[in-house]
T-cell receptor, first 114, second 113 residues
Framework: NAGVMQNPRHLVRRRGQEARLRCSPMKGHSHVYWYRQLPEEGLKFMVY????????ESGMPKERFSAEFPKEGPSILRIQQVVRGDSAAYFC????????????FGQGTRLTVV | GNSVTQMEGPVTLSEEAFLTINCTYT??????LFWYVQYPGEGLQLLLKATKADDKGSNKGFEATYRKETTSFHLEKGSVQVSDSAVYFCALSGTGGGNKLTFGTGTQLKVEL
């Protein structure tokens, strides 16, 4: 059973471009969480999704950021018009249920905006 | 709001030394507490957890006790190995459980021969 797969592992974008980060949850997991780790900071919650639904997006910046988890395919975190402050490691986690079950993390995508 | 504070690293120890990584938290209600570990090049893995006051979580020789009176969840291991070199994250989940976690900044541990 493969773990949570994130790709790409490293992504370089110029200011103003779009960044797309992908997360394939573990088999049988229908709940996905995205976290961001800025330099010298801990992981910060961004968004919680179930298939085709956003459950909690309280940690998402109000502009330029969006997330989806379609019925088929991976979860996508999209950042439009990236700025240097978006440079960070983005981690995805998945769980079979939302409450009181262990979340399994991917290896992360390191985004660098130049 | 919820917050987690853990000691800054890097922490460098000799093999077989005793390890303590301090973690304190601020939260409303009764959160669950976790330690995650990240080995080089890998994702975060759950190391141990405790869901109520005075619970002790343990795994792979590591242990931590949920201390409500001091709002702490310090990680300890009696004898570290080189293979324990990693970054350790303390985290809490809000009351009611779930996987919306609040993390500390992480503490890098280096164990040398």
């Amino acid at each position: 059973n493969a773990g949570v797969m994130q790709n790409p592992r490293h992504l370089v974008r110029r200011r103003g471009q779009e960044a797309r980060l992908r997360c394939s949850p573990m088999k049988g997991h229908s709940h996905v969480y995205w976290y961001r780790q800025l330099p010298e900071e801990g992981l910060k919650f961004m968004v919680y999704l179930q298939k085709e639904n956003i459950i909690d997006e309280s940690g998402m910046p109000k502009e330029r950021f969006s997330a989806e988890f379609p019925k088929e395919g991976p979860s996508i975190l999209r950042i439009q018009q990236v700025v240097r402050g978006d440079s960070a490691a983005y981690f995805c986690a998945s769980s079979p249920q939302g409450i009181d079950t262990e979340a399994f993390f991917g290896q992360g995508t390191r985004l660098t905006v130049v | 709001g919820n917050s987690v504070t853990q000691m800054e690293g890097p922490v460098t120890l000799s093999e077989e030394a005793f390890l303590t990584i301090n973690c304190t938290y601020t939260a409303t209600g009764y959160p669950s507490l976790f330690w995650y570990v990240q080995y080089p090049g890998e994702g975060l893995q759950l190391l141990l957890k405790a869901t109520k006051a005075d619970d002790k979580g343990s795994n792979k020789g590591f242990e931590a006790t949920y201390r409500k009176e001091t709002t702490s969840f310090h990680l300890e291991k009696g004898s570290v190995q080189v293979s324990d070199s990693a970054v350790y994250f303390c985290a809490l989940s809000g009351t009611g459980g779930g996987n919306k976690l609040t993390f500390g900044t992480g503490t890098q541990l280096k164990v040398e021969l």
